[in-house]
């Protein structure tokens, strides 16, 4: 066995360990139903901050879902951050309070959230609940949240699911069922575990003394994602509420689409090669079963990457194989195929059925390929700054 032999079997062996989570994580959650919480513990006063940057398009409708489940004393704050738009004055008008902030330098939403949260200071809520300028919250999902999170002491994060737009094309529609099953079925078998979640960038709920300290002064493209991580380090890792719900729309115009989906990945990589080795060596050293899940889920690529680099991974265990009779990589390689193709079917037949149809989800490979140039972007053009997507006018 030569060594290029055993580096091919030492990468089967690494890419089975994402394979087998995703595996476990889909099967948890089409064998058993995760129980509603039963809700005892009383409304605390809550503060909704939704960070804005030119969201004259979206920002009413948000508004609207946050004031009909808002209780006396509640306060609903916008933050307008570096707005050229009429951002500022549609919150003022539809009855948010509104902050504004213009700082060219420090640019990004993580700034954004600091701000607003030293805004809240003077006059603390109990809890502070952030939702993105182009979503909407789910009716009592704000109860929802704030409730679960002071009678946890925990950050929680509600389901947050991005829904195809009237008129959307096949690589919307994949797009939905991957996000389906990231931000959905995924967090839903872990729950059944008890296992942590990762923050989702919006519908998350907060302390206020948690909050309030947190590290959020930052531009990085992915601040849920480390926030969540820092949670985890502190003894409070994030939880994940269903019952809670906020929806979004994917962009339709496909320059939105590609940016948004970049952002979101690149992050989400640099993140893994930044912070997993370190995760997993402080999980291990603290015997930290939360932050060992936590780091296992973290090091799940998204679903195009994975059956990228699994497919390709096999092509060559097949040359290898013919070329010299290897048969361990092949076995490795081919095993993660299998359970990663169990993994999709068993999601879609339970969960995504109503997104896309099963003859449309087989075209899935080749929306896989057309990614590639997304990939190697990472290596040789990472975006590390954050950058607002493009929306649909």
């Not at 508004?63 to 209780?71: C, E, F, P, T």
């Not at 059944?192 to 206020?208: I, K, N, R, V």
């Not at 959020?216 to 890792?237: T, W």
């Not at 060596?281 to 780091?295: D, F, G, S, Y």
């Amino acid at each position: 066995m030569n060594a290029i032999e055993i580096f091919l079997i030492l990468i089967a062996a690494v890419l089975l360990v994402p394979v087998l989570v995703l595996f476990t994580q889909v099967l948890l959650s089409v064998l058993f139903n995760l129980k509603p919480r039963q809700l005892t513990t009383r409304r605390p006063s809550i503060a909704v901050i939704i960070p804005a940057h030119n969201e004259q398009v979206l920002i009413l409708s948000t508004i609207n879902s946050v004031l009909s489940q808002l209780n006396q004393g509640d306060r609903l704050i916008v933050v307008a951050d570096n707005c050229t738009d009429a951002t500022a004055s549609i919150a003022r008008t539809a009855g948010a309070e509104v902050v504004e902030r213009f700082n060219q330098q420090d640019r990004g939403k993580g700034y954004a959230l600091d701000f607003g949260i030293q805004y809240c200071a003077e006059n603390p809520p109990e809890v502070v609940i952030i939702v993105d300028a182009d979503c909407l919250v789910g009716a009592k999902s704000l109860y929802k949240l704030s409730a679960t999170c002071l009678a946890t002491g925990r950050p929680v994060q509600s389901l947050y699911l991005m829904k195809s737009p009237d008129g959307a094309g096949l690589k919307t529609r994949i797009a939905e069922f991957a996000w389906l099953v990231k931000d959905q079925v995924r967090p839903s078998g872990y729950a059944l575990l008890g296992f942590p979640c990762q923050l989702m960038g919006t519908g998350m709920a907060f302390l206020w003394k948690d909050i309030s300290t947190a590290n959020l002064a930052s531009g990085h493209i992915v601040e849920d994602l480390q926030l969540g991580i820092d949670f985890c380090r502190a003894g409070k890792p994030p939880l994940f509420l269903p019952e809670a719900l906020v929806t979004s729309v994917f962009p339709l115009s496909t320059e939105g689409l590609s940016g948004q989906r970049t952002r979101w990945e690149h992050g989400h990589l640099g993140v893994i090669l930044s912070e997993a080795p370190g995760l997993f060596a402080e999980a291990i050293r603290k015997a930290n079963l939360n932050l060992l899940a936590l780091a296992l889920d973290l090091i799940v690529p998204p679903l195009a990457l994975l059956t990228l680099l699994c497919v390709a991974i096999f092509a060559i265990s097949i040359i290898l194989y013919f070329t010299s009779g290897l048969t361990l990589a092949l076995w490795l390689v081919s095993s993660c195929l299998a359970l990663l193709g169990l993994a999709v079917m068993l999601a879609w037949a339970a969960f995504g059925r109503q997104v896309i149809s099963l003859a449309s989800l087989c075209y899935a490979p080749i929306y896989a390929l057309l990614k590639i140039p997304v990939y190697l972007n990472f290596l040789v053009k990472r975006q590390v700054s954050w950058v607002r997507s493009k929306r649909d006018e």
